[in-house]
Each structure stands twice: as structure tokens, then as C-alpha cells.
């Protein structure tokens, strides 16, 4: 709403071309057009969005067919849509019978469908997605995917790119794709590079886990450099687009088809990463190439690993070996991952704490029932969120 306000002011001022207009708002001329035309009629009113349901409904199921549909789901509660309709079919083959789609909204509506456990998934980010407006401040990482070479080795790329520059930083082929292999890589990038501001990746291992806040070993590594992790989401690769589009040209120019041997491939990497950031020129950054924009940090890798440091009042507490925080003599498990590290508490509540891992919010902690809750979002009033969990371990309070 606030941005069609924003195109008709704009369109009112008449400070530029309509088309040229369009194209800075991202909307075609047909769009702009009916914008306009429904602000002439109603105003600012005609700007808000309009339903999109129907007027009529043709499909609609007849009582008598809601009647039979129900009834058969009732008599058997484990039937889906299309085995349902089946035997009606058989019933009955002269009722034009709705389709297994239709029926299976049917029953959604009705409450007679159990949900199925969701897919466990590293949550996504709690913070935007950072916009790049400089070197350094995102890169981007991710695997290529791993393909077999000529004579049958596994050839599995880590790439990393400057999001500002396009840069490829580096595409090297590592033996395993776990988080210490992808750690030693991360660590010549940083001693070469220094430090960005964020890495932006997907929410695969071994970037992220399904523990609290998404914490992996190797993301809570680059936040204890003072790295933002930024995490896209989940079946969102656009949100990568230009680390992906990357990868749609590496493949083409180094591994289409594969070469030889392993050794032969590294090299091909090479070459490419060459003549992407010093030959080929980017349309995306004015026909320029990488290497043109692209300068190093000025934050270097420390020798040693830096302790988090949390803000004046925060109770900082560790985490014992087994996971779990004690308070009070009691233990609430928190993570494995967590193992011997430090974490923040922030009062929020009587006995209820917002729990950070640096200035990660990683979830609560209820101090009088020791309930750790996990969860994207912070917990509602009269209703527990995420997962409660208990278990051994110890840590002083």
C-alpha cells in the first residue's frame, strides 16, 4: 500500500516519463495504469488490495455431495482424497464426483486432517538479509554440488564470492564437505582477505543444524571473528541469486564435461577463477570486472580465537560438555553444540530470559519451570513455543 501511494505522488508530480516511472517501481505499464486509473476513481482507497475471490463459485460441492464425502471419511478416518472419490465413483458413477483435490480442501476445512510432522529445518534468519553496498560487507558461499570426474573421483566445490564485486574468492574442490574441511578453507580466505562483515549461505550442513538459532560449529566460529551469519530461506536459492548465477557459469566453463582427473579440475577452478574476476566482464556492475571493484578488509584474522563478549548486565553463564545450563541446582539442556561455550541471559520477564549465543538470539529460557524453548519468534502469552527440553549436564550459576 505504502509503495502504490508513493507511485501515484510520484505519478502526480509528473517529474518523469510514465514508462521510466514503471520500471523504477518494478511494475509494468499495464499495472501503473490501473493504479492510476483507480485513484482517479476512489482515491487513496482505490489504492488498497482488492479480493481476489471469485463472485460466483461454479465448483462449489452441492449438500448432498459434502454430505457423502464426509460421511465416507467418517466411516473411514485413514482414507485420503483420491481413495475416497474411488469408491463414490464405484457407488455412484452417474454424480459428477469433485476432484481429489477438492476433497482433500474439503476435509482440511472440515478438521478431519491430522497434520504431518514437519521436516526438521535450521530456522531462518532472525535478521535481514544484509544489501551489499561494498566490498566485504556479504559474502556468499555455497557447495556446487558434487559430480564424478573422468576417472571416477568425487569432485565436491566450496565457492565463495564478494556479494558487492561478484569476486570469486575462491573455488576449491574439498575432500569432505564437513565443517572442518570448510573451516581451513575459510581460514586462508580470511589471512588472504581478512574479515567480512557477513556470510550469507543456505541452510545446509555444515553452515547451519537444526540447533538453536541454526548454530553450526563453523557459524558460531565466524561469530566469535565478529562474522554475521545471514542464512536465506529455506527453498529460496534466488535469495543467492548472484552466488548462483555464478555457479550456472562455472559449471558450463569447467565441468561440461567433467575433467579428467581430480588434479585437471583443480586446475580448471583455477583458470576460471582467473578470468572471472580479471577477464570477463560483469553487465551487473557496469560491464567491469570483479577485480575493478573488489578491495580487501581492513579486519584481519586475530591469532587467537576472541571470547564473545556480551553487554554490561547480561548474565553470562556456560554451557557444560553434555549441553545444558544450571540454575539453581536444576539442568536444562540447551544444545550439544553448545558444549563448553558461553551464553548470554537477558530478563525480559519475571524468571523469563531471552538466551544469545554473541548477539545471536538463539531462544528462552523460563527459570521457574527450567524450560529452554527454541523458536523463531519470541514466546505468547498463555501458550509455550518450540521445544521444551531437559537433560544432563552442569555448569555453575
Sequence with gaps: ME?????????LERCEDFSELCAQFRISRKTGYKYVERFRQRGLGGLEEESRAPHRRPQSMEAEVVAAVLEQRRQHPRWGPRK??????????????PAASSIGELLKREGLVASRGKRRRAPASSEPLGHA?????????????????????????LTATDAYSRYLLRCRSVEKSDGEHVRAVFEVLFREYGLPDAIRTDNGPPFASVAPGGLSRLSMWWLRLGVRHERIQAGHPEQNGRHERMHRTLKAETANPPRATLRQQQLAFERFEWEYNYQRP???????????????????LPRRLPELEYPAGMMVRRISQQGSLKWHGERTFISEVLGRETVGLQEIEEDLFEVYYGSLLIGWFEAAQHVFMADAGPPRQGRRRGASQKGAGSVGK
Design 133 to 157: 553496498a561494498g566490498a566485504n560487507q556479504v559474502w556468499c558461499a555455497d557447495f556446487k554440488g558434487w559430480f564424478r570426474c573422468g576417472d571416477g573421483s568425487r569432485c565436491d566445490p
Design 84 to 97: 475416497i472419490r474411488a469408491v463414490l465413483q464405484r457407488q455412484d458413477g452417474a454424480v459428477g464426483w
Design 282 to 300: 560483469h553487465e551487473a556492475i557496469g560491464y567491469r570486472t570483479p577485480a575493478e571493484l573488489y578491495v580487501s578488509s581492513g579486519r584481519s
Design 3 to 11: 509503495e502504490r501511494i508513493r507511485f501515484v505522488k510520484r505519478w
